[in-house]
């Protein structure tokens, strides 16, 4: 009995041997490619990092527990070739294993580069790593050299998130400061800047500090900013305009103003 064999190259990677039998008895044998890619599972949902990314984190957490190799010897051989974008994502995977040291080396360097300019949410990414990690100075030290940054850009959604940051760490009176530095950079707070202090400040019993923020919120949003939402806020606002339109409303009965009655309801919601 004859047999033959066909190799079908379908892409590089792991080798399939099919047999196949025909009627006449012969019995013919087919190699097939299956590309090995298909298998690889990323890192993480939502993530890919690149070949020289995944090396280089691979080699900092080696160079981490060897004596042998220095951290120095990887940074220069591996993580300081890299481009922008692969620096990025391996600072960020090496937050993402807890690998805070290492990360916090790697943000030093990364803001030594040209390129680099502050960016709000790496930050609230490495102040949450290192808060749940108990390094709390090194998060203190983190913030002094946000304060020390030029050119921070007034990115609203990066201060709220470094304030939750913060406040997760319990480092009340680190977010407060953050949120007067937010000002100062000409990032106006909203509502939800306001509701990410006010809560943290309260579950801390920071009530000093508290009335503090307070006082800030009402500078923004009148007496009314503690109790009522976007929604309520617009039909307030709309109210108002329209009565400017026409006279003032008799002092008669149960009748009020719009807006005074959108108070009322608010203060009993």
Same mark, same amino acid.
């Given at each position: 009995?004859?047999?033959?064999?066909?190799?079908?190259?379908?892409?590089?990677?792991?080798?399939? =041997?099919? #047999?196949?039998?025909? +009627?006449?008895? @012969? $019995?013919?044998?087919?190699?097939? *490619?299956?590309?090995?890619?298909?298998?690889?599972?990323?890192?993480?949902?939502?993530?890919?990092?690149?070949?020289?990314?995944?090396?280089?984190?691979?080699?900092?957490?080696?160079?981490?527990?060897?004596?042998?190799?220095? =951290?120095? #010897?990887?940074?220069? +051989?591996?993580? @300081? $070739?890299?481009?922008?974008?692969? *620096?990025?994502?391996?600072?960020?995977?090496?937050?993402?294993?807890?690998?805070?040291?290492?990360?916090?080396?790697?943000?030093?360097?990364?803001?030594?580069?040209?390129?680099?300019?502050?960016?709000?949410?790496?930050?609230?990414?490495?102040?949450?790593?290192?808060?749940?990690?108990?390094?709390?100075?090194?998060?203190?030290?983190?913030?002094?050299?946000?304060?020390?940054?030029?050119?921070?850009?007034?990115?609203?959604?990066?201060?709220?998130?470094?304030?939750?940051?913060?406040?997760?760490?319990?480092?009340?009176?680190?977010?407060?400061?953050?949120?007067?530095?937010?000002?100062?950079?000409?990032?106006?707070?909203?509502?939800?800047?306001?509701?990410?202090?006010?809560?943290?400040?309260?579950?801390?019993?920071?009530?000093?500090?508290?009335?503090?923020?307070?006082?800030?919120?009402?500078?923004?949003?009148?007496?009314?900013?503690?109790?009522?939402?976007?929604?309520?806020?617009?039909?307030?606002?709309?109210?108002?305009?329209?009565?400017?339109?026409?006279?003032?409303?008799?002092?008669?009965g149960l009748s009020g103003s719009c807006t005074s009655r959108l108070h009322q309801q608010a203060g009993h919601s």
């Amino acid at each position: 009995m004859s047999c033959f064999t066909r190799v079908n190259p379908v892409a590089v990677g792991v080798l399939h =041997l099919n #047999q196949m039998k025909y +009627s006449s008895g @012969r $019995r013919m044998m087919m190699i097939t *490619m299956r590309d090995r890619s298909k298998n690889r599972k990323p890192l993480q949902k939502g993530r890919s990092l690149s070949i020289e990314a995944i090396q280089t984190v691979q080699a900092l957490k080696r160079a981490s527990k060897s004596a042998e190799v220095s =951290l120095e #010897q990887v940074y220069d +051989s591996k993580f @300081r $070739r890299l481009l922008k974008f692969d *620096m990025i994502a391996v600072l960020r995977e090496l937050i993402r294993q807890n690998q805070c040291l290492l990360a916090l080396k790697v943000f030093e360097d990364v803001r030594k580069e040209e390129w680099y300019r502050p960016q709000l949410l790496l930050y609230a990414e490495m102040v949450a790593a290192l808060g749940s990690n108990g390094l709390l100075e090194n998060v203190k030290q983190l913030i002094i050299e946000l304060k020390a940054e030029t050119n921070v850009n007034p990115d609203l959604r990066g201060f709220n998130t470094l304030l939750e940051s913060l406040m997760g760490s319990n480092l009340t009176g680190l977010a407060v400061e953050c949120y007067y530095f937010m000002k100062s950079v000409s990032c106006d707070p909203d509502r939800q800047t306001f509701k990410i202090l006010i809560e943290g400040l309260t579950s801390n019993g920071e009530m000093d500090l508290l009335a503090v923020i307070q006082q800030e919120a009402h500078k923004f949003y009148g007496p009314f900013w503690d109790f009522i939402d976007e929604e309520e806020s617009e039909m307030i606002s709309t109210c108002e305009q329209s009565e400017k339109m026409k006279p003032p409303v008799s002092e008669s009965g149960l009748s009020g103003s719009c807006t005074s009655r959108l108070h009322q309801q608010a203060g009993h919601s």
